[in-house]
């Protein structure tokens, strides 16, 4: 079974300034991906970023980077240079990848809100 | 490309009766996903359907709630009948077939309210 935890119900940040969002797991698959995404109030839900269980490196999308260590199993989510439009609430997802069956739902921890001050 | 359709956006009825949702995936994507959120909570699987056979319902209160894919494209939630505890946003998602680092992408959700 796989398990998301993410103990910051809420955040807050200046403008401008970096925010990290922790997310820890646990799971007995060798193989998995660690999915970040991020939810406005009006309910979509946006993908952010993606770490790969065997990526040597970390994962990087524009002001969004991923802060992998895998001995900890840590996936914690750094936004660079708060904005405004960034108040939203965040969540991290494991999905396991099966070669049989191919299967890659998610499981989701229960999400930080974030609020961006100016 | 268009995103995930997902319809209505909002339903409010009451509980005991009958609700069903409608879900169109991205062109191409062989996978659909419905997931529940309840308010204050991260989404969870209720079924997984990789073109139109079922992969994982472990999840699914089978005793009120179904789902179909149909020709592998568009897909059915329903529950009947309804109790209060499935207040909650239903959201549809989809992914192509191959690929870990493919992501899921998420309808707008159908927000239910049960009186």
């Known amino acids: 079974a796989q398990k998301i935890t993410q103990t910051q119900p809420g955040m807050f940040v200046q403008e401008k300034e970096a925010v990290t969002l922790d997310c820890t797991y646990d799971?007995?698959?060798?193989?998995?991906?660690l999915f970040w995404y991020k939810q406005p109030s009006s309910g979509e839900m946006i993908f952010l970023i993606y770490?790969?269980?065997?990526?040597?490196q970390n994962a990087t999308e524009g002001r969004y980077s991923l802060n992998f260590q895998k001995a900890r199993k840590s996936a914690n989510l750094v936004i660079s240079a708060s904005q405004l439009g960034d108040s939203a609430m965040y969540f991290c997802?494991?999905?396991?990848?099966?070669?049989?069956?191919?299967?890659?739902?998610?499981?989701f921890g229960s999400g930080t809100r974030l609020q961006v001050q100016p | 490309e268009a995103g995930v359709a997902q319809s209505p956006r909002y339903k409010i009825i009451e509980k005991r009766q009958s609700v069903a949702f409608w879900c169109n995936p991205i062109?191409?994507?062989?996978?659909l996903y419905w997931y529940q959120q309840i308010l204050g909570q991260g989404p969870k699987l209720l079924i997984q359907?990789?073109?139109?056979?079922?992969?994982?319902d472990s999840q699914l209160p089978k005793d009120r709630f179904s789902a179909e894919r149909l020709k592998g494209v568009d897909s059915t939630l329903k529950i009947q009948p309804a109790k209060l505890e499935d207040s909650a946003v239903y959201l549809c998602?989809?992914?192509?077939?191959?690929?870990?680092?493919?992501?899921?992408?998420f309808g707008d959700g159908t927000r239910l309210s049960i009186l």
């Open positions: 998602a989809s992914s192509p077939l191959g690929g870990a680092n493919q992501p899921q992408h």
């Open positions: 799971t007995s698959d060798p193989s998995y991906g």
């Open positions: 770490q790969g269980s065997y990526d040597q």
């Open positions: 997802a494991m999905g396991g990848f099966f070669m049989d069956t191919g299967r890659r739902a998610l499981t």
């Open positions: 062109s191409g994507h062989a996978t």
């Open positions: 359907f990789q073109n139109n056979g079922v992969v994982d």
